[in-house]
Structure formats: C-alpha cells, structure tokens
C-alpha cells in the first residue's frame, strides 16, 4: 500500500477532516485517482489514518493558485521553491511539477 508521510503540526487537522489535500513533488510513488493511502507522521511509528485520493491536480508551481497552495498560501512564489528544496533536498524552480493531491480518510 502506498504512504504519504507529514510532519506532525498537520496531523490534527486531518484527522479533524481540516486538512483534506497536500502538495508533493517528484512523486516516485505514481500517486493516482483511487489509490488507498496509508498516512504516517515523521519520526513516528505506524499509521495514524488511511485515505483514498478523491482527485489530482498537477501543474507546476507557478501555477498554484491561492486554494491549491493550502498553508502556503502566504508565502511568495520564491519562498515555496526555497521551502520545497528544504524538503526535497533538490533544486526547485517555478517550472518544478508539483502534485496537489485532495484525499478524503477511510
């Protein structure tokens, strides 16, 4: 079964139904419509929920707009790279292909 795994802030909020979507970038995992998630917090063991992926959208980051940046939505467009590379550990520009993935939990 495929994983996504988030930090810890953004925990609560999905499992509140809050947060129903997530951005991800070089996706090696060919994410698609239908696909059942298992969803992991970093530096935790086992899942804390499970999501099946109700859309995709994919464009790239200077495409985003304002509902598809979820809590990035305040920062610039040069932020974002800079934020994404810290993640990624890779270079990021505004041509970068980004996955916005919407999910709904099991």
């Given at each position: 079964?495929?994983?996504?795994?988030?930090?810890?802030?953004?925990v609560?909020?999905?499992?509140?139904?809050?947060k129903?979507?997530?951005?991800?970038?070089?996706?090696?995992?060919?994410?698609?419509?239908?696909?059942?998630?298992?969803?992991?917090?970093?530096?935790?063991?086992?899942?804390?929920?499970?999501?099946?992926?109700?859309?995709?959208?994919?464009?790239n980051?200077?495409?985003?707009?304002?509902?598809?940046?979820?809590?990035?939505?305040?920062?610039?467009?040069?932020?974002?790279?800079?934020?994404?590379?810290?993640?990624?550990?890779?270079?990021?520009?505004?041509?970068?292909?980004?996955?916005?993935?919407?999910?709904?939990?099991?």
């Amino acid at each position: 079964m495929k994983t996504l795994k988030f930090t810890s802030n953004p925990v609560p909020k999905i499992l509140a139904g809050e947060k129903t979507s997530t951005r991800r970038l070089f996706d090696d995992k060919h994410l698609t419509k239908g696909d059942i998630l298992v969803l992991l917090e970093k530096d935790k063991t086992g899942p804390f929920a499970k999501a099946k992926i109700t859309k995709i959208a994919e464009k790239n980051i200077s495409e985003l707009v304002d509902e598809e940046k979820g809590s990035h939505g305040s920062q610039t467009l040069e932020e974002m790279c800079r934020h994404y590379e810290h993640l990624y550990n890779k270079a990021v520009t505004p041509e970068t292909a980004v996955k916005v993935i919407y999910f709904e939990l099991c």
